[in-house]
């Protein structure tokens, strides 16, 4: 069935450090793609997105690439905020059977310090 | 706000029972989701309706049953409660023309705990 794998964290990092959040699929046909940001004591946001090999999803400084060659959308920031501490998780939704069901990775844990 | 209503925002409850979760999605959607996220399962897709018909089922235990009434709100049933379930369990609803482009609009959860 369908599965995403992500980076398990807990992850720290100093404000304006680079991240790297890896992400890799596995689905049948062409799925989209998403990341979603859990904050403290909120439910999940969309952070950005991409329906089609290489599209480039972007949002608050985030970026990911859909690679199909590679069944990955590792999300990256240049130099990340203590606000950008949260929960990162790549989901993806295959439009097979009339579901539009999101399967999500585990999610990973940032912590960004001052 | 993210425009997802769930109620109640935290909930306590003894093993054996049964609660009732509640949620309104955005005006206008027609599709509302359930999710279960835990710390050893993260976020498990439980059940979706679109428009109050059962659309898909995923890791639903046979003594969880959701429904969507017509004016959309959906209410997920837990009953024989275990230890177990305890857990944030989340509302999420999409709109009409949902083709892989849109992402969900989620609640911010209820927690669950069974003592």
């Known amino acids: 069935g369908d599965s995403v794998t992500q980076m398990e964290g807990p992850v720290t990092l100093s404000e304006e450090a680079f991240l790297t959040i890896n992400c890799t699929y596995t689905a049948t046909g062409y799925p989209s793609l998403f990341w979603y940001v859990q904050y403290p004591g909120e439910g999940l946001q969309l952070l950005l997105k991409a329906t089609k090999a290489d599209d480039k999803g972007s949002n608050k400084g985030f970026e990911a690439t859909y690679r199909k060659e590679t069944t990955s959308f590792h999300l990256e920031k240049g130099s990340v905020q203590v606000s950008d501490s949260a929960v990162y998780f790549c989901a993806l939704r295959r439009p097979a059977g009339g579901s539009e069901k999101l399967v999500f990775g585990k999610g990973m844990k940032l912590t960004v310090n001052p | 706000d993210s425009g997802v209503t769930q109620t109640p925002k935290h909930l306590i409850t003894a093993t054996g029972q049964r609660v009732t979760l509640r949620c309104s999605p955005r005006s206008g959607d027609l599709s509302v989701y359930w999710y279960q996220q835990s710390l050893d399962q993260g976020l498990q897709f439980l059940i979706q309706y679109y428009n109050g018909e059962e659309r898909a089922k995923g890791n639903i235990l046979e003594r969880f049953s959701a429904q969507q009434f017509p004016d959309l709100h959906s209410e997920l049933n837990l009953s024989s409660l275990e230890l177990g379930d305890s857990a944030l369990y989340f509302c999420?609803?999409?709109?009409?023309?949902?083709?892989?482009?849109?992402?969900?609009?989620f609640g911010s959860g209820t927690r669950l705990t069974v003592v």
């Open positions: 999420a609803s999409s709109g009409r023309g949902w083709e892989g482009v849109y992402g969900y609009t």
